[in-house]
């Protein structure tokens, strides 16, 4: 026959063991989504970046051709 007290330290023993599946679970979830954040994170940069670059070489274009149009303008002006 068991001892009582060493049946109760058991089923506590026992009920820690599950809480800590369960949390080591739970930590697991949050890792993935964690990593899943930070992916998204990562891909949102890229984006970020490139939309920079593209903005900045328009605004290149875009100031070459006011410079192009001002010379042939001034060409055309003396012309006349």
């Given at each position: 026959?068991?001892?009582?007290?060493?049946?109760?330290?058991?089923?506590?023993?026992?009920?820690?063991?599950?809480?800590?599946?369960?949390?080591?679970?739970?930590?697991?979830?949050?890792?993935?989504?964690?990593?899943?954040?930070?992916?998204?994170?990562?891909?949102?940069?890229?984006?970020?970046?490139?939309?920079?670059?593209?903005?900045?070489?328009?605004?290149?274009?875009?100031?070459?051709?006011?410079?192009?149009?001002?010379?042939?303008?001034?060409?055309e002006?003396?012309?006349?």
């Amino acid at each position: 026959m068991s001892n009582p007290l060493s049946r109760g330290y058991m089923a506590t023993i026992e009920a820690q063991q599950e809480e800590i599946a369960l949390l080591q679970s739970e930590k697991a979830a949050l890792i993935h989504e964690i990593k899943a954040a930070l992916e998204a994170k990562a891909t949102l940069n890229e984006a970020q970046t490139e939309m920079v670059e593209d903005a900045a070489s328009l605004e290149f274009w875009a100031s070459f051709d006011r410079l192009e149009q001002m010379i042939c303008f001034g060409i055309e002006g003396r012309s006349a």
